[in-house]
């Protein structure tokens, strides 16, 4: 590729990066810019966005990227992924993008992987279009990163799984056709715990309500109710009782593409902060000459360089099958904690303007908060480390 080819598509010059990768990215950008960032903060007072953008995105093959074709999808690698994620991050609106990566990372890999031929024909193949939205059903009242003390309960019931129980904090939960719902079918504790495909339209099930957040308003968030649900035991998703170890290995894909979002989400915020900082003028110069910012911003840019390539090296792992949870969850921890601090900064610098929603950058600190809660607290991931590290 010609080195004007490479700067017109503006591809990162890293070796992994492809023509075909700068194309998806510029593809998925054009998408946020023109379908979800001019009503960004109209979807976020709504609290809810269309549902036929689910359909638009799954037209330009975003939910299935690395999708076997055979199921629709796209059949590509991790780095394609990465270059979605980096387009997403144009769209302004921190809801919208979680709801979308939530369908194309969280729940379709695992229904892919683990899925019989008639799962994936009957909720895969409709998901990857964007017909059918998904859900991923584990965290309960009772905990949330706890997953090997959840209570739901599917009872066996000669070709049936009847399941009663409760859901919370469920991305997608008040319109999904299915969700992957981690039930408890054996033993306390995480050798109990199995894995199924729940269709809503199934007698029993209930929204409890749609829950406030502080922030990422446009996505719905739902408490979901099971009262003796009735699903064909042929929706088992894998083996009976290894439930926990799908989840957990779940959580790598999805703790990398959070860490991947925030990297691209504070770029993205860094240059929004630093063209108002040349713009705005107090004390007779544009305040972003003043040594207190240009150190400021010169130290996050360091900072934000850093964590994406401690990214890229969780990607090339995951890329190539190798192990990679220690380089995941301190992708995780890094990336989510430094989201934080750059999102401040970001807000301080515009002031007062940054403090009303009608910009970006207040709702993208808003926002931002999320990501050191969802998919594992920092604080769980901290411990994850010093196993591994054996500390």
């Known amino acids: ?50 549902r036929e953008l689910f359909k638009k995105a799954g037209d330009l093959g975003l939910f299935g990227i690395r999708t076997d074709p055979r199921w629709g999808g796209n059949g ?28 194309s990372d969280m729940t379709l890999p695992v229904l892919e992987e683990l899925g019989t031929d008639e799962q994936r024909e009957l909720f895969l193949k409709p998901a990857v279009a964007g017909d059918f939205i998904a859900a991923l059903g584990v965290s309960e ?16 019931d000669g070709e049936d799984f009847v399941i009663s129980g409760q859901k919370l904090w469920i991305t997608n939960g008040t319109r999904s056709d299915f969700i992957l719902l981690a039930v408890r079918t054996g033993e ?25 957040k502080v922030g990422n308003l ?9 009262d003796n649900c009735r699903i064909p035991r042929r929706y088992l998703l894998g083996e009976l009782n290894k439930g926990f170890y799908y989840v957990m290995q779940n959580f790598q894909g999805e703790r990398l593409v959070a860490a991947l979002g925030a990297v691209y989400k504070m770029e993205r915020a860094i240059e929004y902060a630093v063209a108002y900082g040349k713009e705005r003028k107090a004390f007779g110069q544009p305040i972003g000459s003043f040594q207190v910012w240009r150190h400021k911003f010169a130290e996050h840019l360091a900072s934000v360089e850093a964590a994406k390539w401690l990214c890229y090296r969780a990607l090339d792992l995951i890329n190539r099958g190798e192990p990679a949870v ?43 908060r999320l990501n050191t809660i969802g998919g594992g607290a920092s604080e769980i991931m901290k411990e994850i480390i010093a196993k591994q590290c054996k500390l």
Not at 141 to 154: E, F, I, Q, W, Y
Not at 200 to 209: E, N, Y
Not at 347 to 363: H, L, V
């Open 1 to 50: 590729m010609s080195q004007a080819t490479r700067q017109a598509l503006d591809i990162p010059t890293f070796p992994y990066f492809t023509e075909e990768h700068g194309m998806l990215r510029e593809t998925v950008k054009q998408f946020s810019e023109r379908e979800i960032a001019p009503y960004a903060e109209e979807w976020d007072e709504a609290g809810i966005f269309p």
């Open 141 to 156: 009242p009772g905990g949330g990163s706890d997953v090997a003390n959840l209570k739901t309960r599917a009872v066996v």
């Open 76 to 103: 590509l690698d991790w780095w394609a992924t990465a270059a979605y994620l980096e387009g997403l991050s144009y769209a302004n609106n921190g809801g919208v993008v979680m709801a979308l990566m939530v369908q």
């Open 218 to 226: 446009s996505s719905d968030t739902a408490e979901l109710f099971f």
């Open 326 to 368: 220690k380089e995941i969850t301190m992708a995780k921890l890094f990336c989510c904690d430094l989201d934080q601090k750059v999102m401040y900064d970001c807000m301080q610098i515009m002031g007062g303007f940054a403090y009303t929603t009608e910009y970006p950058i207040g709702r993208a600190w808003r926002d931002a």
């Open 188 to 212: 306390e504790g995480y050798k109990g715990i199995s894995f199924v495909v729940f269709p809503t339209s199934t007698p029993g099930f209930s929204i409890g309500k749609k829950l406030k």
